[in-house]
């Protein structure tokens, strides 16, 4: 089993908490990804088979990608069931927060969550974590959510109520949140734990097929047409930018997820060490950041879009026009010139 680095006292903590509830409730951030997902399905199993009454609960829909996942279909999409989500909060015993730092990765959900009734138990790997929470098991040094909860299960003693199901949901968190184990992964850990969720049955060739093989014609197409008409080069700062407004979008029927991972592939060309991605949205602009070595994207994240998120990878939100967010982006460069453009 791989090094214990959660520490002793709060997986006791954890326990007494898990022990004495009986309604759990695992809510995780808006725009859930693969890590979001798979570590709240995973959790939720765990805690079912405990004999708890759980549900989860997402701000907003996740990505058409996820839907094959077992139990994705039992989420429950508090933008289409406000009052009945509202309900859940209240009734909840405990609420486990999963992936995300500070309430405001809820969105509508943040006032709920903190105001719940309910004692509340982090588990999560963003740095800064806030402190709304009973207990807070934050671990940025890890590649994922998923990988924190399966060493909780282990620490709690549930090794064994792994079953395939679960480890798949496990797997697909930690494979998304690393792009199937190409940055942020080069602990020895992540390489043992796959090994033992490859011994509770799954196959990891075909994870990634239902993750990564699965687009439309039409996605794939929208991908084409960014690079080839949308992508812009900033060859004195090291950086890209992709743009994408919301006409463009109906006009390659996007859906949830589809855009998904677009921001890291001008990160392949030679040189660039910066990615930005700015999506219009019926009422907001989302941006995703990207980073290759130590250009810190959650400080720039931070400091143009009011975001936060990993080193080398971050987002950010922008009400206003795409214009103006774009603007934005191209007047911070020059102020990271000299971060953009050292060797590291
Ligand atoms: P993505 O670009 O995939 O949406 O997000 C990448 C990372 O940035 C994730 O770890 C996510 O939690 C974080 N992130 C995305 N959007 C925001 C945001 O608006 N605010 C903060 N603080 N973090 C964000
Ligand atoms: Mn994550």
């Given at each position: 089993m791989p090094d214990k680095v959660i520490a002793e006292h709060s997986i006791q903590e954890a326990k007494k908490l898990i022990d004495s509830s009986k309604r759990i409730v695992i809510v995780t951030h808006v725009s859930p990804d693969g890590d979001a997902i798979g570590s709240s399905l995973a959790l939720c199993r765990i805690l079912s088979q405990m004999g708890k009454h759980v549900d989860v609960v997402v701000p907003n829909n996740y990505p058409?990608?996820?839907?094959?996942?077992?139990?994705?279909?039992?989420?429950?999409?508090a933008e289409w069931k406000e009052v009945f989500a509202k309900g859940v909060f209240r009734a909840a015993d405990l609420i486990f927060c999963l992936?995300?730092?500070?309430?405001?990765?809820?969105q509508q959900l943040a006032e709920l969550v903190e105001n719940a009734p309910a004692k509340k138990i982090m588990i999560d790997h963003h740095?800064?974590?806030?402190?709304?929470?009973?207990?807070t098991i934050s671990h940025p040094e890890l590649s994922s959510t998923s990988e924190l909860l399966f060493r909780f299960i282990c620490a709690l003693g549930m090794y064994d109520a792994i079953d395939k199901n679960c480890a798949e949901c496990i797997y697909t968190g930690m494979m998304t949140d690393t792009g199937a184990f190409t940055y942020n992964s080069n602990s020895p850990d992540i390489y043992h734990i796959i090994s033992k969720l490859l011994e509770k049955g799954i196959n990891k060739d075909i994870l990634y097929q239902k993750v990564y093989?699965?687009?439309?014609e039409s996605r794939i197409r929208l991908e084409g047409y960014v690079l080839y008409e949308k992508m812009k080069i900033f060859e004195d700062y090291n950086a890209a930018l992709i743009t994408l407004s919301c006409e463009e979008q109906q006009r390659f029927q996007w859906k949830k997820g589809d855009t998904e991972g677009f921001v890291n592939i001008p990160l392949s060309i030679e040189n660039i060490r910066f990615s930005v991605f700015i999506r219009e949205e019926e009422n907001m602009i989302k941006i995703s950041l990207r980073s290759q070595g130590g250009f810190p994207s959650n400080q720039f994240a931070a400091d143009v879009f009011n975001g936060g998120g990993h080193l080398n990878a971050s987002g950010g939100e922008f009400y206003g026009k795409l214009e103006d967010a774009v603007r934005l982006f191209e007047e911070a460069l020059p102020r990271y010139k000299e971060q953009l453009t050292i060797k590291n």
């Open positions: 058409s990608f996820l839907k094959w996942m077992n139990g994705v279909k039992d989420i429950i999409v992936d995300f730092n500070i309430p405001k990765r809820v740095p800064q974590p806030g402190d709304f929470c009973d207990v093989n699965n687009y439309s």
